[in-house]
């Protein structure tokens, strides 16, 4: 019989819940693959946190018809502001895909325990 754990097919261990545990291995190898899968929001394995999303630092007075006679300005700030949105909707979906894929990772022990959490 092989000591080897089960993987699903991106290489992630199946996690096993117990004594002979295989975290370390385990969350090594999910933060890799969700790095690599999910880019927006991968870094959640190793930092326990999300990246902040900050809306873009402007000031008023650069909007004013004398300092932007053209709108040159107003119309990269409204891209600044579009392209923040469209990472938080990436991010938002990247989110749940990543939860669908860690939940593929879990034996059954593993799931249910998660389950009583």
Known sequence: ???????NV???PILVYGLRTNFPD???????VAMEKF?????I???QVYDELYDPDYDSDDLSPEN???????KEL??????????????DEEKRKLYGFIMSTLSRESEQR????
Do not use: W
């Open 1 to 7: 019989m092989s000591n080897r754990t089960p993987s």
């Open 10 to 12: 991106s290489g992630v």
């Open 26 to 32: 385990y969350k090594r190898k999910l933060a890799c």
């Open 39 to 43: 880019p927006s929001v991968g870094n």
């Open 45 to 47: 394995i190793e930092d």
């Open 68 to 74: 932007d006679p053209h709108g040159l300005y107003a």
């Open 78 to 91: 409204q891209e600044r502001f579009s392209q923040r949105i469209r990472l938080e909707y990436k991010m």
């Open 114 to 117: 998660l389950m009583q959490s």
